[in-house]
């Protein structure tokens, strides 16, 4: 019970009146057709089923012994059955479970228009027995909201993860392409599981070695491998590879020979992988070259890509996480003022990729102004699943929330109920070319994700990918009964505990709208003193703005004006400080020590009580923790709750960091009732972090 299983476990069904129901229904499957993606459905099936169930559910040959129906429309074994679902609604990626009449006999079917769409079906009818789903009364009819899902992953070429915490990156560039580890296939799994259907393989901060042919011969066997699980495969594209690689003098999108070195590397790519899907490209952000500096715009960089792409389908993901030195401006504003200029600019393969909030991944941030800011171009959105700012792979955050919070958000850019989900699912302004990517926390752990949890935020993102409907609270029950446990009580409390995680992950590090007060680097615990950096928009002093009579970053007409940036009524609501939620106050405002809050205490009081409350709450959930014991194995119980032991510490360090910081401005006391630190403030200031991993250079 390492955890390597993830949710797709297939253990025996422990409660004997659910498991005869199953039995009873659940008595042979077929499956029209042929094919490697049909073979690996019909592989997971049988195990699944086998397992789940506890004796062997036959693969049989014709439909009269079969309780289950896999097939494709219009296939003759749908022909006596009367389908109660359009499809013509499904999409090519869907499929139909549903509950049927054959020959008076009550048969289970499963359909699609695709293979695919048929072992994302068979994986969804293995999950409603996981979970204990009435299989009496199915109807099901579903196809996925967005079109490119993807997973991002930062690995890089030496194997080391740009804000990995699970461990080295799972491709082994040097044993590939012969040598096929077992472990991507259980990867291809979970991801088809949830309806993942693309990965890029290498860091945004790209390496251009990736695209020599040495490389590609290794990219092609990994495309190889996936394909059958309707499994993309994107890379990363270095800008300034014509230089690097091609031996050319400049990487000017404009000029002819780069064009044309680009077009010659991008056939050569589709040799090897004929379906390649594209590349993101991070550029003119963080020190990566791009388009400007040929003094070109992104629109220029990304068509130039695109135009060779476009031959062979291929996509661009441009992402518009920028800032440099050179713009003196709030760096939360740059990426809106370079793009929307562009907007009507880009090719029709061009998606621009935008994370969540306007600064970078931090555990609470406003949506991104750039969403419903350029109807002509179709946005994705980029997620952070790894959990850079939010405790690493130790503390227990689940993150549906966080990515629910996001797209549920009203930009009103198209008036009252223009969500960001609804830019993101093409709906908003009729795209058809959608996306969304998560930035992948997943190493070679044995448990995938350094954190038993942490499967729960790479499962919530599939599935959130799949349909943005879905509740957090929906998701986690899944998870839970898939990987943990089906006892109703457990599942209830840990779903509880798993909802709250993120509101208490925000309060003990940056409640009230608190935001990159993290260490220098690594990132790696509290630093609200960080300062005197090579850029002051790499220093926490800048984005917090204590000082004796306040705190917070004044982000409204009389400052930085980040705000215009925002739809009315948003940044109308935003502006004005009644109506600021509190849980965005100090990104938007910098307020007096004094200010009043809504409880009636004194902001200083307010933001001590939060920080407090948050370190508790991890008391409650390691408490939580305690009460499921009887329903979890002992090596996954001990797992979490040695590393519950590690949050509670961790989430006190903040705590106390912060606190004791933030009063050497206020000079006002901790509030009654709350225990002081024990430690001085220097003592938090001097510690070093030399194992943290992910140290950079900078930022
Ligand atoms: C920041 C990370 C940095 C990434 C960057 C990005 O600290 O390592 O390269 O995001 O998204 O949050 O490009």
Redesign the pocket.
């Known amino acids: 019970e390492d955890g390597y299983r993830l949710w797709l476990r297939y253990d025996l069904i422990k409660d004997q009146a659910k498991l005869n129901a199953y039995k009873k229904t659940v008595t042979g499957f077929i499956i029209d057709g042929n094919s490697s993606t049909l073979a690996i459905a019909s592989k997971e099936l049988d195990n699944g089923l086998t397992g789940l169930l506890g004796s062997r559910v036959p693969l049989v040959k014709s439909v009269r012994d079969a309780s289950v129906i896999i097939a494709r429309f219009p296939s003759p074994l749908l022909k006596d059955i009367n389908l109660k679902t359009d499809t013509k609604a499904i999409s090519e990626e869907g499929y139909v479970i549903t509950t049927a009449l054959l020959n008076k006999k009550n048969v289970i079917v499963i359909a699609a228009h695709t293979d695919v769409g048929l072992l994302y079906g068979s994986f969804h009818f293995l999950r409603l027995i996981q979970s204990f789903h009435d299989l009496n009364n199915i109807d099901i009819a579903t196809s996925p909201k967005i079109k490119h899902r993807l997973l991002n992953h930062w690995d890089n070429l030496d194997r080391t993860v740009?804000?990995g915490y699970a461990g080295f990156s799972i491709w082994d560039w040097h044993k590939l392409p012969d040598y096929i580890d077992p472990r991507y296939h259980d990867y291809a799994r979970a991801n088809a599981s949830i309806g993942i259907n693309g990965t890029v393989l290498t860091n945004?901060?790209a390496n251009a070695q990736i695209l020599t042919e040495a490389y590609l011969r290794k990219v092609a066997a990994l495309a190889d491998m996936f394909r059958p699980y309707g499994i993309k495969v994107y890379l990363t594209a270095r800008f300034s590879a014509p230089v690097e690689i091609g031996n050319l003098k400049t990487a000017d999108p404009l000029d002819p020979q780069v064009r044309t070195w680009w077009k010659n590397k991008i056939d050569e790519i589709y040799k090897y992988v004929p379906d390649f899907g594209g590349f993101v490209v991070?550029a003119n952000?963080?020190g990566q070259p791009g388009p400007q500096n040929y003094k070109r715009n992104h629109a220029d960089g990304a068509n130039m890509l695109a135009e060779a792409l476009e031959a062979h389908k291929g996509i661009v993901m441009w992402r518009a996480?920028v800032y440099d030195n050179e713009v003196p401006e709030d760096r939360v504003k740059q990426a809106y003022n370079e793009f929307k200029p562009l907007d009507g600019g880009f090719k029709s393969n061009v998606l621009v990729q935008v994370k969540n909030g306007p600064l970078?991944?931090q555990p609470r941030e406003p949506f991104h102004p750039l969403f419903g800011a350029l109807p002509k171009t179709p946005i994705m959105m980029e997620f952070q699943i790894t959990q850079?700012y939010l405790g690493f792979a130790t503390h227990l955050v689940y993150l549906a929330p966080l990515f629910k919070e996001c797209l549920d958000s009203d930009t009103y850019t198209k008036g009252q109920g223009s969500t960001v989900a609804k830019v993101i699912d093409g709906s908003l302004e009729n795209h058809s070319l959608t996306g969304i990517a998560g930035v992948a926390n997943i190493g070679n752990d044995r448990n995938w994700t350094g954190h038993i949890f942490g499967q729960a935020n790479w499962y919530a993102f599939g599935r959130l990918a799949w349909d943005h409907n879905l509740t957090s609270e929906a998701i986690a029950d899944e998870w839970i009964r898939m990987t943990l446990t089906n006892d109703d009580q457990s599942v209830k409390k840990l779903t509880q505990m798993m909802i709250a995680s993120r509101e208490i992950v925000v309060q003990y590090m940056t409640p009230l709208g608190l935001h990159h007060i993290m260490g220098w680097s690594h990132?790696y615990g509290p630093g609200p003193w960080i300062k005197d950096k090579p850029r002051a928009d790499w220093t926490s002093v800048y984005y917090h703005q204590a000082e004796a009579n306040g705190i917070g970053f004044n982000r409204t007409t009389t400052g930085s004006n980040a705000l215009e940036q925002y739809a009315q009524p948003v940044r109308n609501r935003f502006e004005t400080l009644e109506q600021c939620p509190e849980n965005f106050l100090l990104w938007f405002h910098h307020v007096s020590w004094d200010h009043k809050m809504k409880s009636g205490r004194s902001l200083w009081d307010e933001l001590c009580h939060t920080y407090y409350k948050g370190a508790d709450s991890v008391k409650w959930m390691q408490n939580v923790w305690e009460t499921v014991r009887p329903n979890i194995d002992e090596e996954r119980f001990s797992h979490v709750k040695t590393f519950l032991g590690i949050q509670h510490k961790e989430a006190e360090w903040w705590r106390n960091s912060c606190v004791l910081y933030f009063q050497s401005f206020s000079k006002k006391e901790i509030p009654k009732g709350l225990a002081k630190p024990e430690k001085p403030l220097h003592y938090y200031e001097s510690l070093e972090f030399p194992f943290a991993p992910g140290i950079?250079p900078h930022?």
């Open positions: 740009e804000r945004v901060n991070k952000s963080e996480f970078d991944f850079e990132h950079r930022w």
